[in-house]
T-cell receptor, first 114, second 113 residues
């Protein structure tokens, strides 16, 4: 158990809908990263938040947005869903020690868009 | 353009033997490398890491080797156990505080009894 929690574990929805994925980082971790893993793909970085502020954006579609709240949990909002958005969505929180950072991943949310 | 490549989608090894998983990278700015293990229906689990100032890092049965001139790293598992069967991801980043990880597509390792 990494200490990172994600809800829901599974989500089935229809095209055009909007969903919210939730992530709670490990206690004390200020950073939250979101990744998408599609079929036969590695993990693709979406977005990074640190202590409530957006730090970096990766391959995140404009239909997707995220935020990190004062209690440090984060939500990833996916709107106008398309079939191709079906994927595993992981969040990770990180700790920095001796100048290097290690990311610890949650169990993921499996999204199926029908 | 894939900056981190794991060219072997799968690897089969017998229990007790050595497993060697390989990873190549193209971005010379990468200076920190990690291996993650992933079981089905679970998130990736951090396994071992190495920074570019080293060429080897060991943790129990797991050893990571880094060849900076070849932009290549490898993960050795000795001895391999059936419980090691999983997908292994190589990831790379730039050490500058908090930074994003670039992942390879993974290698599925199957260790048979």
């Amino acid at each position: 158990d990494s200490g990172v929690t994600q809800t829901p574990k599974h989500l089935i929805t229809a095209t055009g809908q909007r969903v919210t994925l939730r992530c709670s980082p490990r206690s004390g971790d200020l950073s939250v990263y979101w990744y998408q893993q599609s079929l036969d793909q590695g993990l693709q970085f979406l977005i990074h938040y640190y202590n409530g502020e957006e730090r970096a954006k990766g391959n995140i579609l404009e239909r997707f947005s995220a935020q990190q709240f004062p209690d440090l949990h984060s939500e990833l909002n996916l709107s106008s869903l398309e079939l191709g958005d079906s994927a595993l969505y992981f969040c990770a929180s990180s700790v920095e020690a001796a100048g290097v950072e290690t990311q610890y991943f949650g169990p993921g949310t499996r999204l199926l868009v029908l | 353009d894939q900056q981190v490549k794991q060219n072997s989608p799968s690897l089969s090894v017998q229990e007790g033997r050595i497993s060697i998983l390989n990873c190549d990278y193209t971005n010379s700015m990468f200076d920190y490398f990690l291996w993650y293990k992933k079981y089905p229906a679970e998130g990736p689990t951090f396994l071992i890491s190495i920074s570019s100032i080293k060429d080897k890092n060991e943790d129990g049965r797991f050893t990571v080797f880094l060849n900076k001139s070849a932009k290549h790293l490898s993960l050795h598992i000795v001895p391999s156990q059936p419980g090691d069967s999983a997908v292994y991801f190589c990831a790379a980043s730039v050490i500058r505080g908090y930074s994003t990880l670039t992942f390879g597509k993974g290698t599925m390792l199957l260790v048979s009894p």
